[in-house]
């Protein structure tokens, strides 16, 4: 039995279907299983738990082998953040699994997570990371670059639906996208090949692109030019400063926009896909097709 906590998320859904496919029985960790019945067919059972209660996570241990960490706090409210999820959260998983005899857990941390990161949720990954490799757990540690599916969806999707968009910052600086649906892949791999245990993986996408060059490849696949607004850098600055006292989790989700603006987020993904030739390497040109079919089924 494999538990996944974020199998309700993109990457865990995604997951999920390979999981099935090579056979494997899934169980997903879920605070609200309300939000899990699509994700339950034959071969997924749901469990209602949260990282941050620790008697759940024993409960939902019975009987597990492999532990797959798919889930954030980045865009959490309230009590959950990266320090309470993604932390402390992947902490209390850790032992639980290992009190329930767990062998091998697979750890989503994110590319660039260093313990002086300006944000809070690369920080939070790389302690995780830390704590698994000092556990007595085998483990595998998936490090992605930013998801297609959520951060160039974020501009490009509007386009599609509204014919209008937002670009925060100056938009200039080249950031590497890769696809949830290859990270996925990257994810039932680790479970099923014992040669991935204690190792790291840093999984990219084939493109380096601008916000821009996100928007204009939206555009070109749609043939919709769109109107595309700008949210100049110093006022995502000040905005971002001021919504810590209103909406910290908004504020949160501008810091990274100033970080994903003006910090070097490029990477080479070409030595590990080498390594992996038959996991797929999706363009964003290919997710935007995705989105536009999706667009075209809706109307
Ligand atoms: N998105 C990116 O660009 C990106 C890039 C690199 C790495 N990653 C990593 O990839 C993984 C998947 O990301 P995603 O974007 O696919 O996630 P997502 O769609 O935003 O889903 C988040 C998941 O986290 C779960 N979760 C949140 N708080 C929880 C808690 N207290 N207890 C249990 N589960 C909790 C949610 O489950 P419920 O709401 O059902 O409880 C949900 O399934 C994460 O580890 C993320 O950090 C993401």
């Known amino acids: 039995m494999i538990l996944i906590a974020g199998g309700t998320g993109t990457l865990g859904r995604l997951s999920i279907q390979h999981l099935l496919k090579r056979g494997q029985s899934v169980r997903v960790l879920t605070r609200e299983p309300a939000r899990a019945q699509d994700v339950q067919t034959a071969g997924v059972e749901i469990v209602e738990g949260d990282v941050l209660d620790v008697a759940s996570l024993q409960r939902a241990m019975v009987g597990v082998r492999t532990v797959i960490s798919a889930m954030h706090g980045f865009t959490g409210t309230g009590k959950y953040t990266p320090q309470s999820v993604d932390r402390d959260g992947n902490v209390h998983l850790f032992d ?12 989503l941390s994110i590319q660039g997570a260093t313990a002086d990161h300006p944000m809070e949720l690369f920080r939070a990954k790389c302690a995780a990371e830390e704590a698994l490799r000092a556990s007595t757990l085998a483990w595998t540690i998936l490090r992605p670059t930013a998801y ?23 938009g200039r600086n080249p ?8 990270v996925a892949q990257f994810v039932a791999l680790a479970v099923s090949d014992p040669s991935l245990r204690n190792t790291q993986i840093d999984i ?20 919709r030019s769109g109107k595309v607004n700008m949210v100049p850098l110093p006022v995502l600055r ?26 070097n987020m490029a990477f080479d993904a ?23 079919q999706l667009c075209h089924k809706q109307r």
């Open 96 to 107: 639980a699994a290992r009190r329930a005899g767990v062998e091998h857990v697979v750890l």
């Open 148 to 170: 297609m599916e959520t951060w160039a969806a974020l501009v490009g999707v509007p386009l599609l639906t509204n014919g209008a968009t937002r670009i925060f910052g100056g």
């Open 175 to 182: 950031i590497n996208f890769v696809s949830a649906a290859d």
């Open 204 to 223: 990219g996408g084939p493109e380096n692109l601008t916000m821009h060059q996100v928007v204009a490849t939206f555009q070109s696949v749609s043939g």
């Open 238 to 263: 000040v905005a971002s400063v001021l919504m810590r006292l209103f909406n910290p989790t908004l504020a949160r989700q501008m810091q990274g926009a100033i970080v994903m603006d003006t910090r």
């Open 270 to 292: 070409a030595p590990t896909r080498r390594q992996y030739p038959a996991i797929t390497s999706t363009s964003v040109a290919d997710v935007a097709r995705q989105y536009l």
